[in-house]
């Protein structure tokens, strides 16, 4: 079975065509655009920018996702169509969370398509598939199994922070979430007020990492040092939101700044969120017992991240084997808009899937 899926919760236009294999999936085509350039020019997102562009990207992506899966370099609407008519069984689609006008153009795309080439269509919410794209076949070996329940997942984006406990497909639990502002947007905007264009995290990551190579430092003899707010409380809950006022503080006494100092507090700001993901999701693990931890998210690309979770599950008594996606199928993409309809295809009606910006867990 093939499925046609279509991602525009936020600032990418995703369209993927992807199949189950053995009970993981392979990606045939996965195709994105991005009006991140656009918003790296206001700072952040202004969500009409971001929808007016998804309405201009939508179909070039999707027609090149559909030629690129028949492996044809030239785009015609004509093969796209053939391609849909004849190869593809199903369409998915994110409706939720995200911006509401963003959804709307992957929604009632999917719903033109569904309706005029009579596929079935299926509704995914963005933030479980974030953990599906570590059932993609990638190039790096895995031994993730086909049966991989139970797992904890933690997602790690730019809108959301969440601890789940999966114990099947259809059955998950919410252990925790952001009190306030989650990961990525801790990354984002404590990269604003340090001057660094949007989105912030992977050069927050970057420049951090010249300070460590440079410098090797000791946690005890860091300065600026920030908090993790709620790193020891008893539940799966984070908040980051503190750590901008932290760092504005910081900026505000020191307003001259050299690139050495940047990347010594983009090294402290980057331990503070680390920090925090690793401890709650191991002990997320420990609580339940559970030995597999799945990741995903734009945060899951930061190697620094990956890294201290393997480091510090391994000095644990649980041991938990740590999974993250390729890296291409952490920051948003339709492949894994894929993977999640393929792993639990669950078709519906076209008329009766809206967009639901608020598809929160809790
Ligand atoms: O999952 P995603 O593409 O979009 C949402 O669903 O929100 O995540 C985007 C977020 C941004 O906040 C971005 O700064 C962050 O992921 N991000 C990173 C890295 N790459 C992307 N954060 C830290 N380190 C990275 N290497
Ligand atoms: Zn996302």
Known sequence: MKILAIETSCDETSASVGELDNNFVRIISNVTA?????????GGIIPENAARMQVKYIMPVIIKALCESRNLKDESWEVAKETLKDDIDAIAVTYGPGLIGSLLVGVETAK????????????????????????????????????????IGLIASGGHSDLLLFKSN????????TRDDAAGEAFDKTGRLLNLSYPA???IERRASIFEKKLN???????????????????????????????MRYVQKNPNMNEELKNQICFALQKAIIDVLVIKTLKAAEKYNIKKILIGGGVSANQTF??????????????PKIFSPEKIY????????????????KKENWEEINANPELYFA
């Open 201 to 203: 995290g992977p050069e």
């Open 170 to 177: 259809n059955d998950y639990k919410w252990l925790g979430g």
């Open 34 to 42: 991005t009006s991140m350039n656009i918003h790296a020019g206001t």
């Open 112 to 151: 033109t398509l569904s309706f005029t080439f009579n596929k079935p269509l299926i509704p995914v919410n963005h933030l479980l598939a974030h953990i599906y794209a570590n059932f993609i076949i990638s190039n790096k070996p895995s031994t993730l199994s086909p049966n991989p329940f139970p797992f």
């Open 306 to 319: 990956i890294n201290q979770l393997q480091l510090n599950a391994k000095q644990s008594a649980l041991n």
């Open 217 to 247: 430092p000791k946690p005890s003899t860091l300065n600026p040092k920030f908090k993790s707010p709620l790193i020891n409380s008893a539940d799966f809950d984070f908040s980051f939101s503190g750590l901008k006022t932290e760092v």
């Open 330 to 345: 952490c920051t948003d993409n339709a492949a894994m808009i894929a993977s999640y309809a393929l792993m639990n295809y």
